[in-house]
């Protein structure tokens, strides 16, 4: 009787621990800032968290596929930046306000965020360059090809209409917050009810069988990420209806954030475990803790800390050690 | 207009006057020498190379700055890529690579104008520019021991900033904004810049003479927009109404600040900012923001090169120049909402052409340490 306990226990905590743990972190870090500020626990402020934490949310998202593949893309800050820039200068250039042509501006955006991602992937995959490699360097392009644009100015978008994505709340929260539900719920029936999103599990699950299965793989790789691409592009847009300035530094801290976030929220490194819903958690962990931090008047070096100890524990966390044999 | 820009415009008036008849004489000077025949014992440079080493240009200041340089080149007559730039990206390390590599290139006839990302980067930079006898004006950063006059005349100057007068006088713009009483919050740089540091000493010098006004609480927002719109909720969260006021170290911050009480329909916020960018002179012109500080960052990066580049050809000697022409503070205008668009007509909107012979005209007297 004893024995059966201790091994139900076991499995339920190794299997559930991996599964809920990030959500699990989440609950703990709320209800930790909430006794130390009641104030944390209200709408308002939720509705601040999430402002914040939207545009990363859709960077972070874009990742997510690509670490599926057990692949990485760190094009992030560059794709952001020529994405906003883009989208700012042709809203700028229709007319400059959502009644307009101008909406075509957002589209647009996200046409120039599918082809950075298309090349990106291409670049990886035909030259075989590491993608780490390849898409850092594409990153550097975008930052650079953002400044030559812009010649290191701030474009702003003045548009009531568009800024509505800020300033028009339903139920206590920005229209934004709504656009990147939408887009997770997109990413979501992606990953799940399309060949496409079963065949990153496929590519980063294990690559040589799903090769050996028939799998063109380089075309799933370039598709994931254009796909990247194209949700670097959305929160490109969210950032800027956010602030209401295109400029080259849109992308700064796009790829710490992203990056932390996935991974704390659970998605390994190495591929084909975790999804979008783990990501929604990593980033909220993320970005409560950065609010939460300011809320109960921690100073702000020691977010960054915390940041580090929570990747560390998120991996120790969702990853079986013993199977692996050893670490690169 | 204010004070502060009459000030600023006559001190101009006075300083132009100075510089004719200052140059008169010296091209009397000049060619008194000529006539009498021997060449000077040392020879100064001919046609050296311009170079500026900075951090990069996607930063609106480094890019005002940068513009500075590369109209001093084209008053010289040639084309503006003639200004090589020599990009840092943050890194000291590379900042000196990039100075050593171009002083090979060149030979040593070079006049370098660099801000060398930290302050114990001057001296290795300075101790090889004068080893390969060009010649070299810094910005921003060197250690206190470190002087112009310590290395004759290939460390032509160094100019720099203080900040803590210009941010208390934009605190007590603030402060009295709010009527003297009240929370105020403070957004920083990052926090161990040093022009961080003093703006955020501006605000707690002018706080001492505003009893009934508590600083809430003062965090860094690195300079950057994003964040700044970040801790700005944040702060909201904590303090909500107790906040009657905002102090930012910087104009990007400021912007950051603007669109998290945009978010929260809250409006008429007094808030003050600092750097002088034309999109922070407009919101003041609108009362959106109570005051910036203009540092012209175009004149500073273009007389840094000025100064190289005339000490390299000759035109003057630095070590016979006093030390205040050495080591000296840049100049700083307090924009308002009263002068906010002649200020801007004046100086954004169509850059003053300005002398680059005027070498110490605008600056703000001889650099003290504490």
């Known amino acids: 009787m004893a024995i059966t306990q201790t091994t139900t226990r076991a499995g339920i905590s190794r299997d559930t621990l991996v599964k809920w743990a990030p959500l699990l972190v989440l609950l703990v870090l709320c209800a930790f800032f909430a006794v130390m500020e009641p104030r944390f626990l209200s709408t308002r402020n939720f509705a601040r968290i999430l402002i914040a934490a939207t545009p990363t949310l859709m960077v972070a998202i874009g990742v997510t596929f690509i670490i599926i593949m057990g692949s990485i893309d760190l094009s992030m800050e560059g794709a952001v930046s020529v994405c906003a820039v883009a989208f700012a200068y042709c809203f700028l250039w229709l007319g400059g306000t959502l009644a307009s042509w101008a909406w075509l501006a957002i589209p647009f955006a996200m046409l120039v965020g599918a082809v950075l991602g298309f090349v990106n992937g291409l670049i990886h995959v035909k030259l075989k360059i590491p993608s780490f490699m390849a898409s850092l360097a594409m990153g550097f392009v975008g930052t650079g090809l953002a400044m030559v644009m812009t010649g290191g100015d701030r474009i702003r978008i003045e548009d009531e209409l568009f800024r509505a994505l800020l300033t028009e709340r339903i139920f206590g929260f920005p229209l934004m917050v709504y656009v990147a539900g939408l887009f997770l719920l997109i990413a979501w029936f992606i990953q799940t009810r399309t060949t496409l999103g079963r065949n990153f599990y496929a590519v980063g699950g294990g690559e040589d069988l799903a090769v050996a299965s028939g799998l063109n793989v380089a075309r799933v790789r370039i598709m994931g990420f254009t796909l990247a691409g194209v949700f670097f592009a959305v929160g490109a847009l969210l950032a800027v209806g956010r602030i209401g300035i295109a400029e080259t530094a849109t992308g700064n801290n796009f790829m710490f954030l992203s990056i932390t976030a996935v991974v704390v929220g659970g998605t390994a490194l190495w591929g084909g475990i975790g999804g979008v819903w783990n990501t929604l958690v990593g980033v909220l962990i993320v970005f409560v803790i950065g609010n939460g931090m300011v809320v109960i008047g921690l100073p702000g070096y020691v977010q960054d800390a915390v940041l580090g100890l929570l990747v560390i524990l998120a991996v120790i966390l969702s990853t079986d050690r013993k199977s692996i044999s050893f670490v690169k | ?370």
């Open chain 2, 1 to 370: 207009m204010s004070e502060f820009i009459k000030d600023f415009i006559e001190k101009e008036k006075i300083n132009r006057r100075n510089f004719l008849f200052a140059s008169a004489y010296g091209l009397g000077g000049a060619a008194a020498l000529g006539a009498l025949g021997p060449t000077m014992a040392r020879a100064a440079l001919t046609d050296p190379t311009i170079a500026w080493s900075y951090r990069n240009r996607t930063n609106p200041y480094w890019n005002e700055i940068v513009s500075g340089g590369e109209a001093f080149v084209q008053s010289l007559g040639m084309s503006k890529d003639a200004l090589t730039h020599l990009i840092n990206e943050g890194s000291s390390e590379k900042s000196l690579a990039d100075v050593k590599a171009i002083l090979a290139k060149t030979g040593g006839n070079l006049a370098l104008a660099i801000d060398t990302n930290d302050a114990p980067n001057a001296r290795p930079v300075v101790e090889a520019v004068a080893e390969a006898g060009a010649y070299v004006s810094t910005l921003w950063n060197k250690t206190d021991d470190l002087h112009p006059w310590d290395f004759g005349d290939n460390y032509v100057s160094h100019m720099s900033w203080s900040d803590e007068g210009p941010a208390e006088q934009t605190a007590r713009i603030l402060l009295d904004a709010m009527g003297g009483k009240g929370g105020v919050v403070h957004l920083g740089g990052i926090a161990s810049n040093n022009p961080a540091i003093e703006r955020l000493n501006g605000l707690k010098n002018a706080l001492k003479d505003y009893p009934d006004v508590a600083l809430l609480a003062a965090e860094p927002a690195d300079w950057d927009t994003q964040k700044a719109n970040q801790v700005m909720s944040a702060f909201l969260t904590r303090y909500g109404d107790e906040i009657t006021g905002v102090h930012c170290a910087n104009d990007t911050i400021a912007y950051g600040v603007l669109e998290a009480l945009r978010a929260e329909g809250i409006e008429g916020m007094p808030i003050v900012s600092y750097d002088g960018n034309p999109q922070a002179v407009q919101l003041v012109s609108e009362r959106k923001i109570l005051a910036t500080v203009f540092t012209n960052p175009h004149w500073g990066g273009g007389i840094t090169a000025a100064l190289a580049y005339h000490a390299a050809i000759g035109s003057f000697k630095p070590s016979e120049e006093p030390n205040e022409h050495r080591e000296f503070y840049g100049p700083t205008i307090m924009v308002q909402p009263e002068d906010a668009l002649e200020f801007k007509a004046n100086y954004l909107d169509s850059v003053p052409t300005y002398d680059w012979n005027d070498f110490w005209g605008p600056s703000n007297g001889p650099i003290t340490y504490k």
